[in-house]
């Protein structure tokens, strides 16, 4: 039995991807995911945000008194050649490149387009195979048209593509007017991937101090339909490879994956709430399913469930929502 897929041009020996996640910030952690038979680890994301802050904190404290008196200018490097974070995560990008035999995929997320192509140089230049594009960007503004919208991760993507010269991801939200007609620019632009989806952060509102407060879910097998949905729409049509993320939380989350056409199925929040060892009993509910309907490869798997391949392609469209609704019987 062949688990082996080609995503963004690198080769998994399992589709199974440990995805960006506290869990990556430790060596340790990634060569565990590597014995329990992730394909590829997303390291956690750099925030161009908190590089910023930390840089700006190291600034002040670098210069502070330092005009006292003139000998104190040559106590200290300058900042601009000073690195804070950003020098841990490299470090574990060619640490864990030297340390695993499975793809290291860094993941980034900015803010200027000046961060994201730096920062993506850096990463590359540390060792990564591959880079993901953690776009986080919620338009606030009601002045701002969708396709300025669109326009930004349009000039991210060109503008680390013109830096790197490995494969780069982009890790997307499904809130487009026309997720389709987006999918295709980005693949027009030279994305290697579409990983969707992103979640975004929802936060909460305490009813006693009338504060905005953080509240991370864990996503749950439910959430895997929206994704699922979109690969199976897009397989088959973009050159990008793509990868499923949210709600993959057992074997036969991961099955849908790869028959809705996905190279790469992501877990998060399943290693999360069943430690890193729930690695392999995903891959061995994958096998089991294999074995059971005669399947001898992965590759002989993907996309078998696609819109491109389905014997009904309406499923994907506006016709299983009315047989959805139709077919419908309340308990109660």
């Given at each position: 039995m062949n688990l082996e897929s080609l995503y963004m041009g690198l080769k998994l020996r399992s589709p199974l991807v440990a995805s960006a996640s506290p869990l990556s910030d430790k060596l340790d952690n990634i060569k565990r995911m590597e014995d329990a038979g992730a394909g590829a680890v997303v390291l956690y994301s750099?925030?161009?945000?908190?590089?910023?802050?930390?840089?700006?904190?190291?600034?002040?404290?670098?210069?502070?008194?330092?005009?006292?008196?003139?000998?104190a200018l040559t106590y200290f490097p300058e900042p601009v050649t000073y690195h804070a974070s950003p020098d841990q995560y490299l470090e574990l990008?060619?640490?864990?490149?030297?340390?695993?035999?499975?793809?290291?995929?860094a993941s980034l997320n900015g803010t200027t387009l000046g961060g994201w192509t730096r920062f993506a140089l850096n990463m590359a230049q540390a060792g990564a195979h591959a880079l993901e594009l953690n776009v986080y960007y919620i338009?606030?503004?009601?002045?701002?048209?969708?396709a300025a919208v669109e326009q930004t991760y349009l000039d991210i993507l060109a503008a680390v593509k013109s830096a790197v010269d490995i494969p780069v991801a982009m890790?997307?939200?499904?809130?487009?007017?026309?997720?389709?007609?987006?999918?295709?620019?980005?693949?027009?632009?030279?994305?290697?991937?579409?990983?969707?989806?992103?979640?975004f952060y929802q936060p909460d509102i305490n009813t006693e101090t009338l504060e905005v407060t953080p509240n991370v879910v864990l996503s749950?097998?439910?959430?895997?339909?929206?994704?699922?949905?979109w690969i199976g729409i897009l397989y088959g049509r973009i050159q990008a490879s793509l990868a499923l993320t949210s709600g993959v939380h057992t074997g036969e989350d991961a099955v849908k994956a790869i028959l809705a056409g996905a190279s790469a199925v992501c877990m998060t929040s399943a290693l999360l709430r069943n430690g890193i060892e729930h690695i392999r009993t995903v891959e061995s509910g994958l096998r089991a399913w294999m074995t059971q309907h005669e399947y001898e490869s992965v590759a002989q798997m993907r996309?078998?469930?696609?819109?491109?391949?389905?014997?009904?392609?309406?499923?994907?469209?506006?016709?299983?929502?009315?047989?959805?609704?139709s077919e419908y019987k309340p308990t109660v």
């Open positions: 750099l925030f161009e945000e908190q590089i910023r802050r930390e840089r700006e904190a190291l600034h002040y404290y670098l210069l502070h008194g330092t005009e006292s008196y003139a000998e990008i060619r640490k864990a490149r030297e340390a695993v035999d499975i793809p290291i995929i338009p606030t503004d009601p002045y701002l048209s969708g890790k997307l939200s499904p809130y487009f007017s026309n997720m389709a007609y987006m999918a295709r620019r980005l693949d027009e632009v030279g994305a290697n991937a579409l990983v969707l989806f992103n979640r749950s097998s439910a959430e895997l339909r929206l994704p699922l949905t996309g078998a469930v696609s819109q491109m391949h389905a014997e009904d392609p309406s499923a994907f469209e506006r016709v299983q929502y009315m047989r959805a609704l």
